[in-house]
């Protein structure tokens, strides 16, 4: 199910890490860089807090369902307000929080129990709600830096809670940087099997939670005046329950019969519980002139099961006016399949009894597939921004409506699944 695989693999940090998966088609692109200049201040005088109230729909469609065995409707709908709040506690540390809830419906949720004449297609729904916290500061002895993070994140299924931190070396003309960082997050799965599996009792996975730890190294550079370079290489080593409990897969003794008819073959999803991920990535900005830069970006991606994959992609922000910045983008990316994959009654029965294969998914997320990515970002934020009005939270405290983005996006991949992705953003100082 694609959005299980967007919740449990993303950790958002306002400012902070991501996650890495081989695909990233759920994920919501980084906010656009602002127009306008910040005023000057002294260094002693404390900066404003800032806030990002963000909006982000997403909806998708595709008939590989892997909770149905690979064939069936992957019908989505996301809506996802979230707040984003930068607190600067004094002048060299400052408070990010993020925190928000998903409301989803989803088809593909709704057929696991397909087989006990609950499959009118209509979606289920269910809610997710997650916080995360970072703290930063910086050492002005060294003019280095370091931050720590914690959040937590529950549904109807899953519970998880992660931690973790970096430490970011600078040179003394802060044109070069070095960082380093750690992330642990512990999983807690409930168990749900589709019921004609679950009915006999039987105890197909043998763990109930996901541990996942990731190391990551980047290094950014100033080259020059135009442009700019971030070399970036990650190791994520995942190990207990990998599979989806409620995943299905039918072997090749069912070809030929109505899949009405398909109770009694099937199967649960069987994933090796060991997996290492490795990405290396790249990314350039080049300023072309006053009114326009390009952002480039790649990134290599290899794992222990089998999956290698490319993604690249490009990105013009065009200043329109003083106060309005156009942002059109394109993502590419290819990948081969995971050695455990299978398409709906592809894997030999034979092979499972006598043991020549331990492991068997037919998850389109690990099949061998191509997608691209075509989008336009729009930003608009004038000088003094777009409105100012009292604060209710301090008294004579003003809030300034700082800006206004939006970013729409459409997604195709080659297995028939495409998406449309929409966020709005509202940001204010105060």
Do not use: C
């Not at 087989?115 to 997710?128: I, L, N, Q, W």
């Not at 750690?182 to 599996?197: G, H, I, Q, T, V």
């Not at 200043?319 to 399949?337: G, K």
């Amino acid at each position: 199910m694609q959005l299980k695989k967007l919740i449990l693999l993303v950790t958002v940090l306002a400012g902070s890490y991501t996650l890495m998966a081989q695909t990233d088609k759920n994920s919501i692109d980084d906010k656009q860089n602002e127009s306008q200049k910040k005023i000057k201040k002294s260094k002693t005088q404390l900066k404003d807090a800032e806030a990002n109230f963000l909006l982000n729909y997403y909806e998708q469609d595709g008939d590989h369902s892997p909770v149905t065995g690979g064939r069936g409707t992957e019908k989505l709908e996301n809506v996802a307000p979230t707040f984003v709040v930068h607190i600067p506690l004094d002048t060299v540390s400052n408070l990010d929080l993020n925190f928000g809830i998903d409301f989803y419906t989803s088809a593909s949720t709704n057929n696991i129990d397909y087989f006990e004449g609950r499959k009118t297609g209509a979606s289920g729904k269910d809610v997710r709600s997650h916080i995360n916290a970072a703290y930063s500061r910086d050492l002005r002895n060294s003019g280095n830096a370091y931050s720590l993070m914690a959040g937590f994140s529950a549904e109807f299924d899953v519970t998880s809670f992660n931690f973790g931190g970096s430490y970011t070396i600078n040179s003394k003309d802060k044109n070069r940087s070095l960082s380093l960082d750690a992330l642990y997050m512990n999983d807690s799965w409930k168990l749900l099997y589709p019921y004609e599996r679950r009915s006999d009792g039987t105890n197909w996975l043998k763990d109930d939670k996901r541990t996942t730890m990731k190391f990551g190294l980047s290094y950014s550079q100033v080259i020059n005046k135009r442009l700019q370079a971030l070399f970036s290489a990650e190791v994520v080593s995942q190990t207990g329950l990998l599979s989806t409990p409620f995943h299905r897969v039918f072997f090749d003794d069912v070809n030929g019969i109505p899949y009405d008819n398909l109770r009694s073959f099937s199967h649960v999803e069987m994933l090796d519980d060991n997996r290492l991920k490795i990405p290396v990535s790249m990314r350039l900005n080049y300023y072309l002139n006053d009114f326009m830069r390009l952002r480039t970006f790649y990134r290599f991606y290899t794992d222990s099961w089998g999956i290698t994959a490319h993604t690249a992609s490009i990105e013009l922000p065009i200043q329109i006016t003083p106060s309005l910045i156009a942002s059109p983008f394109f993502r590419y990316h290819t990948q081969t399949s995971a050695d455990y994959f299978y398409e709906f009654g592809q894997v030999s029965k034979a092979m499972v009894d006598a043991k020549e294969t331990q492991f068997y998914t037919s998850d389109y997320d690990l099949s061998d597939l191509s997608s691209t990515k075509i989008g336009l970002g729009l930003q608009y934020s004038p000088l003094l921004g777009v409105g100012r009005f009292k604060s209710p939270f301090v008294k004579n405290k003003q809030v300034q409506f700082k800006s206004i983005g939006l970013r729409t996006a459409f997604y195709d991949r080659s297995d028939g699944l495409n998406a449309w992705l929409v966020s709005l953003d509202f940001a204010f100082t105060f």
